[in-house]
DNA sequence: CTTGAACCTCTAGTCACTAGAGGTCGTATC
DNA sequence: GATACGACCTCTAGTGACTAGAGGTTCAAG
């Protein structure tokens, strides 16, 4: 018996395993799976030895997937895209409004931070070091209460990772 | 045996229920619980029926981790800025650092989300609208690779709250 | 046929909370 | 003093979007 799938096969009818699909499109192998497993990305065939097998198509949604991700676009968001973007007939509207709202949403994140450059900044500038605690203004202005810009907590993002 | 806390002598001497804590600093009770539980606020004494009681060195700690937490200082960080608020004597010096820090990483996401703005923009743009989803430029856009301001995925923070 | 990288599944951990179940406490009113 | 009822307690699990690891199997080259 001839195995499925030879390497030779494989480069002829580009059908790849999960890590040729992560290196060409950059998401992890563990990342590709995880989207499998929320279904966003339809399971692959499989090789006789139950290995993942990817083919051009594949590349393609994951590709339209990582570039949405990268655009800030939630994954709950992306599926309905991911959903239109398999129906070519139907009018292209409401995906206008998904990018208008993720390009609002964007700018609410832009101006809520710029709040926090003008405030951090306003801090750094009050102290130039080398006091004692006890008289340090960055540290009095951290203890001092504010009623400002306040957000919720839990709903907040602006100190992590970029 | 009398109570050893009253309504009364809470007013007096400013003991107060979680409860309370929570109205005066904007902080929900059960993440107050959840600071104590990963030490950035001191466990306070308890009643005799085991409730928690804070005075006023709890209040203004609780008012410093939630100033700087809306300032998006991580938690892990906000450890270290209180140690030091805790030492009076101290230089400075390390305040200033990490605040600056701060300061960078909030430029830093400013300066990300800005180039997520200018192309959702131009994605946006590139279609009014009215077109069957197979002729919309938007659903191309993002279906097309991108080379440009790609970060591994899962460090990344852009679309959800604000 | 043997090696070893790549693959598989499953579970748990991340961050900073948030929500809920199921039970106890405190106090105001009757 | 009994009762009601909100506020409080602990503990566990869930969120988003992955990431990391254990422990085992498969593939393809030499
Ligand atoms: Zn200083
Ligand atoms: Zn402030
Ligand atoms: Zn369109
Ligand atoms: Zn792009």
Known sequence: MKRAITSDAAAHERVIAIGALAARTGVKVETIRYYEQVGLLPAPERSEGNQRRYGRRHLERLAFIRHARDLGFPVETLRGLLALA????????????????????????????????????????????????????VIEALAKEQRADSVPLGKRDAGSAC
Chains 1, 2 share one sequence.
Not at 96 to 121: C, G, M, N, T, Y
Request: proline share 6%; aromatic share 0%.
């Open 86 to 137: 398999d129906r070519p007939d139907m009018p292209c509207d409401e995906a206008h409004r998904i990018a208008a709202r993720q390009l609002a949403d964007v700018r609410r994140k832009i101006a809520h931070l710029r709040a926090l450059e003008a405030e951090l900044d306003r801090i750094a500038q009050s102290c130039l070091g080398g006091a004692p605690v006890r008289d340090c203004a």
